[in-house]
């Protein structure tokens, strides 16, 4: 019943004009002469006046619905980057593996505790992994909040998933400190580890590349950057694999176990559909 008034209500404006010039069409039949033309074409206004202002309505909201779309399209995009830059730092912990696809993703989120722990504890991790300034990617996340049109395109459930990931990304950085890890073998030393200054003059100072020199020629491929903690470490110490130790691996299962969740929490809020777009990583 309420449904109907209100539709009643909104349609009102147009079916009134709409009556009267039924009417006034109804009462030209009953007159003659100019007095006969002047009702039909009063009549004709009524009909014509309210059909248009109608169509322009339904224009002007589907325009307005297209461009909120846009902006909530806009919103989520950005979450998904940041979303996809952090699933690839913890790639670098367990598998060593980037995201490239949705199949990748999906196949990450599925993977049980004992396979999880075991990728973890086969994986030999650079150390230049380990000294990630967790805090900036946490930052990043935290900005979205802070962004006004992305705020407000969020929806109550998509702003607080988003504090549970930035908590969850902290317990990451805590599981996998340093001191759960020890040196394994020499350095690598067909990796190189440069400030992204020397190659980009507008990059942050705590920025950095790793390299991978190619053959025997003094040529090198970017195969990943990160931003690191402030500290005297050298090239070479950055460059040393690395391997966990049992408690270390427990940890580190369980804090990525709870970020899996969560993101995919956020995936199926976004009809099962993360937007991969690896130009903005960082």
Known sequence: MKTFVSKLIFYLPYLVPLAVGLFILLLSLFTEGRISDLLVNLSAGLFTVPLVIFTYEK??????????????????????????????????????????????????????????????????????YLEIEWEVYEKKISSLLSDQLIYTNLNLE???????????????????????????????????????????????????????????????????????????????????LMRINNEGAARLTNSILIFNKLIQVWIDLHDGEILIDDRNFK
Do not use: C, W
């Open 158 to 240: 998509e702003r607080n998933l988003l504090i549970q990931i930035i908590a969850a990304v902290r317990h990451i950085e805590k599981s996998s400190a340093r001191r759960f890890y020890m040196p394994e073998g020499s350095p690598v030393r067909k990796f190189e580890v440069v400030k992204s200054k020397t190659i980009d003059s507008n990059a942050q100072p705590n920025h950095y590349v790793l390299l991978k020199k190619i053959g025997n020629l003094v040529n090198y491929q970017v195969i990943t950057a990160n931003y690191l903690k402030k500290s005297t470490l050298k090239n070479d110490e950055l460059i040393t």
């Open 59 to 128: 224009i002007k909201d589907s325009m307005i619905l297209k461009r909120n779309k846009s902006v909530i399209d806009y919103s989520i995009m950005n979450v998904d980057r940041e979303i996809i830059t952090i699933l690839n730092k913890i790639q670098d912990l367990t598998t060593g593996k980037h995201i490239i696809n949705s199949q990748s993703i999906k196949k990450f989120l599925e993977v049980t505790p004992t396979q999880l722990e075991r990728l973890i504890k086969d994986n030999r991790v650079m150390r230049f």
